[in-house]
């Protein structure tokens, strides 16, 4: 019944290692909120803006792949990203 879904990213290979642990899985659906779950594994929660920025650079690298500018794909999710917490559109529950 439950496996795993054929959309699913493959994951990367130092998931491999016995001390590798997923952090962060989100699930986006057209016309919907995004859903999330994570877990926190530093005591630090300053990792997460280390974390996240790094994934904003990761985006902004594969719309690179696709035609878009990498400077200007980055510049727009950190448009979005501050317009997001200057009033958010959504509660996270």
């Known amino acids: ?5 054929k959309n699913d990213l493959s994951p990367p290979p130092n998931a491999k290692s016995a001390k ?5 899985r989100v699930w986006a659906e057209p ?3 995004q859903q ?3 877990r926190t594994t530093r005591k630090e929660p ?3 803006g280390l974390l996240l920025a790094d994934v904003a650079r990761h985006a902004a690298k594969a719309y690179a792949t696709e035609g878009l500018p ?3 794909a980055l510049d727009r999710i950190l448009q979005l990203f501050q317009a997001e917490f ?3 559109t959504g509660t996270p529950s």
């Open 46 to 48: 300053g990792a997460w």
């Open 36 to 38: 999330l779950v994570l």
């Open 20 to 24: 590798a642990v997923e952090v962060l």
């Open 31 to 33: 016309g919907t909120a």
């Open 86 to 88: 200057a009033e958010r």
């Open 70 to 72: 990498e400077a200007q």
């Open 1 to 5: 019944m439950f496996g795993k879904p």
